[in-house]
């Protein structure tokens, strides 16, 4: 079955900078790359996905990279604020929006 | 709220105790999922049931056992716990072949004394 692995599980960045947060996967038919965010006490929610015919997507101060030939995708927070501080999931799914296999979590705080 | 609501929002049971998680979406999606999240590990799927057919159940233990009697509702049946399955149990829907992802409930945090 399919495994993602994320990197790093902490990310600390100065207000402004840039965050980049990494993941892998092992199933060559995963197609559905989502990236999540959950604050504190709240459900995850969707902020970007991509999908295995797109190679990168972006939507305002965050994108998302895809390598299908390497098995990794990336996501990329520019401008980073202190309301971006949460945990970020990536996921991996063969199907399209079913059976989601999610990596660890990184948490990210952005310092003021 | 999101179209996927949980209840209770926050459960301690004795490890005798029988109690039951409750899922409802309004969405109209055609899957529905219980993940597990514990600290410091991945959300870990449980169970997945598509047009209210089990399809998944991925080495849970007896001590859970799911139930989705319609495209709306999931249940999760929870007896004789451990302490080890405390955590954040959420709830998940969509629309398989959709273009949207999931749609998470706010999770039932279990606590087991």
């Known amino acids: 079955g399919e495994n993602v692995e994320q990197h790093p599980s902490t990310l600390s960045v100065q207000e402004g900078d840039s965050a980049v947060i990494k993941c892998t996967y092992s199933?060559?038919?995963?197609?559905?790359f989502p990236w999540y965010k959950q604050e504190l006490g709240k459900r995850p929610q969707l902020i970007i996905d991509?999908?295995?015919?797109?190679g990168e997507k972006k939507d305002q101060r965050i994108a998302v990279t895809l390598n299908k030939t390497a098995k990794h995708f990336s996501l990329h927070i520019t401008e980073t604020q202190p309301e971006d501080s949460a945990v970020y999931f990536c996921?991996?799914?063969?199907?399209?929006?079913?059976?989601?296999?999610f990596g660890s979590g990184t948490r990210l705080l952005v310092r003021p | 709220e999101t179209g996927v609501t949980q209840t209770p929002r926050h459960l301690v049971m004795g490890m005798t105790n029988k109690k039951s998680l409750k899922c409802e979406q309004h969405?109209?999606?055609?899957?529905m999922y219980w993940y597990k999240q514990s600290a410091k590990k991945p959300l870990e799927l449980m169970f997945v049931y598509s047009l209210e057919e089990r399809v998944e159940n991925n080495s849970v233990p007896s001590r859970f056992s799911p139930e989705c009697p319609n495209s709306s509702h999931l249940f999760l049946h929870l007896h004789t716990l451990q302490p080890e399955d405390s955590a954040l149990y959420l709830c998940?829907?969509?629309?398989?072949?959709?273009?949207?992802?999931?749609?998470f409930g706010s999770g039932t945090r279990l606590t087991v004394v």
């Open positions: 998940a829907s969509s629309q398989v072949g959709g273009s949207y992802g999931y749609t």
């Open positions: 969405l109209g999606h055609n899957a």
């Open positions: 996921a991996a799914s063969p199907d399209s929006s079913y059976k989601l296999i």
């Open positions: 199933d060559s038919a995963s197609n559905y």
């Open positions: 991509i999908r295995s015919n797109v």
